[in-house]
């Protein structure tokens, strides 16, 4: 007789089997990843460097000198490059954060030396036309100015100001008035003294085989050329001004919600285990935050609590946009549900339904080519490419406690050390 | 190619199997025939209401999360105005608990009027943050009315007000479920590292004794042919004017749609397209243009939107859109250009399944078409389109009594 009261017996992988690839050091100085996996045909190839915005010395040029390189290179014009690529079916991503600039290329493998033999040109010899600067800034400056109609757009980046301070690297944002003001040599000075083979991590992933590394080494492991960096310079303090915030925002129908603080870096001891008891508090869809302001009060479509990784800090950030007339109510539960984390033991069924579903997402972190490429792409961003973490992380995982998730809420999740924003039509502090 | 096999249930229920051993997550993906074009024009946003409601709990499992968690496993939905759609990826071990838990839904919900209460506020906040709270966010419930007169695509699947949802009460939502979530009116499919055995006897024991059920078979009219121009303009507080037209083109089956996305990818997809170079690039007349199918199984629509910039009048932009429509109708594509847009195609379509719920929801897609196998002929039907089959799409669609334009004005 089929009981359907009862679950099916469930197992909890033991062990997880996590690709480790070695660095391959190339000739020109830059170093090579390699993850062969995968059924179909297709690969991605991504170029990081150390070129991310805290290294500008004007706004957006990072991110402008990196968007542009497919814009007209020495040898080959924009609207060149774009057939090229669309015509041999790849895809092109070019962006940069705050700490590094990145290179993507989708293709299927059967093109890879077609689509290499372009993105030599486009990292190594951007020219950046004066044309395509003024077409690339114009719409820059409508998007982001549409950008910031949205209460959430505001809302984080106030979190970061508040939290690093507005002139720290991690603080910083462009406004529109910010595309005014690059130029071809802004662009061009930067690509020269932060873009070069040295530094440079080439990550080969999907289904590769060794003719096709032996392209990407030709093409992009061989001459040395530019100027790029180790990335091993310190950031300055954060200079935090913490507290409540408010920005008004007339006849918006919910308010944006950002509550955060510095947290200790991926590196730090305690966080594999703060990254459990975040879990616990907003990482997931049963989360308490989400149990409780959505599931049982309604307040909102969603709300998360996030540990976001910069190579020099963590930070943890609570975030939703709730009915503007629930806003009250809402950052009163959200403290409500961290006072609970502080002060009462998490239930061991809670713990264990963590435990699982944590050993899952680690499982699907590592599936398929391209979530284990972005998955060692972190590593290598914030870990130092040291395999042991997920060591470390597995282990919290299987053996927290519920007394250490007291201890650390009772350290990192405090309202003292906090920044709360608000975006909405009323102030509700 | 990907291989599968595919049986029914006595009840109705269609299985679909897709195995492949490097995948050690496997893909349980459970597609129903019911979205937003199944709802009463007076009770609209049901559908994706009640995607909501699914996760309310079932009459033997009183959550449906947990047990998911429990089991390392993760599980969304979607709706959309054909269909809603039901996905989990679990450990492999643990694909038992997608059985238990989506057959017991199926089976029967738990109904309570507090989760039928939280769940209209939920749904009610989507509302606001989706299609109220952002720039340009209630286009779509403008535009969908515009071009549809008479078929239910006439509204997005969140609803045409939130009044609708707020005003759902628990009879209605229990008249739905039975009307509509039955096995005679699912398709399942598995993927990943499992055989079609262990999937037939897990389907067997889990779905097999779930009765079917008399569904609610209610025709969709046809939309009948367009024979005006139609336009309506918005005032909004946005920063830059807006435009949108939309062409009604055919319907997902028809052997015109391979021609009409193609159409559609030489005019938008990719930096070198037609759209981009020639209007954003050259003319600099729009920040953003795009050209788009919705890809509805029934007739859909041809997009067009784009982002004015400052020193152009609607008036302008628009003579600048139909003049590359007229263009493309006559010896204006080459060879180059369609081979272009099918290699991107191919492309974008193989990396569309690289992973085990990918390539299980559009097993299931193309079943509820007709026949799953359509999804290893796709790219090859693409191959085979001419020059000729394209200007002839573009000809029959690109008249202004086929039109519907929405002006989205800034107030500033």
Redesign the interface.
Known sequence: M?N??Q??P????EHINIPQPAFINLKNGSKLLVIN??????CRIDILFNAGSRYQTQKLEAVASTSLM?EGTKKYT??QI??Y???????INVNADKDFARVTA???TKHISQTLDRLEHIIKEPTYPTDEVR?WA??GK??L??QL???STIARMELFKNIYGENHPYGMFAMPTDYDKISRENLAGFHASNFGSEGAIIILSGKISDTHINEAVKYLGTAKWGNGKLGSNAIEDSNPNLGKQFVKKD????SAIRIGCEVCHRTHPDFTDLSVANTLLGG???SRLMKNI????????GIGSYMVSLRDSTLLAIST???ANFTKNAIHEIWKEIDRLKKEPVPLAEL???R??L???V??SF????ATADSIIGLLNYNNLDYSFHDRLMNSIKHINPERIMELANKWFNQETMVECVVGPENPF | MISFERFTLDNGLKVIVHT?K????VAFNILYNVGAKHEDPNRTGFAHLFEHLMFGGS???PNY???V??????NNAFTSNDITNYYL???K??I??A??LE??RM?SLAFSQKSL??????????F???Y?????GDVWLHLRPLAYKVHPYQWPTIGKTPEHIASATLTEVKNFFYSHYAPNNAILCVAGDISANEVITMAN??FG?IPSRELELKSIEKEPKQNEFRSLELTR????NSIYKAYHMCSKNHSDFAATDLLSDILS?????RLF?NL??QK?IF??IDAFITGDNDEGLFIITG?L?DDYSFEKAEAAIEQELEIIKTNSITE?EL??VK??????F??G???ANEIALNLCQYDLLGDAHMLNSVVSTYRQVAIADIEKVAKAIFTRNNCSTLYYKSEK
């Open positions: 089929l359907r009261a679950q099916p469930v197992k909890i992988a996996e995968g059924d179909v045909d297709v497919p924009s609207q774009s057939e690529f669309d015509f041999w079916g790849s895809f989708y293709t299927l077409v114009s719409r409508q998007n100015t549409v109609d949205k209460t006849n918006a129908v919910q997931y869809f049963g959505r599931e049982d009060k309604g307040y909102t479509y946009e709730v009915g264990n339904k963590i699982s579903h050993t899952g997402e499982l699907r599936n398929g080519p391209f | 492949d490097s995948m050690p997550i009459v033997n499992a999360d947990e047990p968690e429990q089991a390392g496993g993760e990826t679990l450990p071990e643990n038992e608990t059985f238990w057959s017991d089976l209460d939280v769940q209209k506020n939920v749904v009610i906040e989507e606001n943050q989706r109220l709270n952002q720039p340009y024991k889990w004794p507080n946005v920063p830059y997809n990719g930096k070198s397209s170079q954003v690039k600099n920040s953003n982002r910039n180059y081979e272009k290699n991107k195609f191919e492309s974008s193989t990396f399944l690289t992973s």
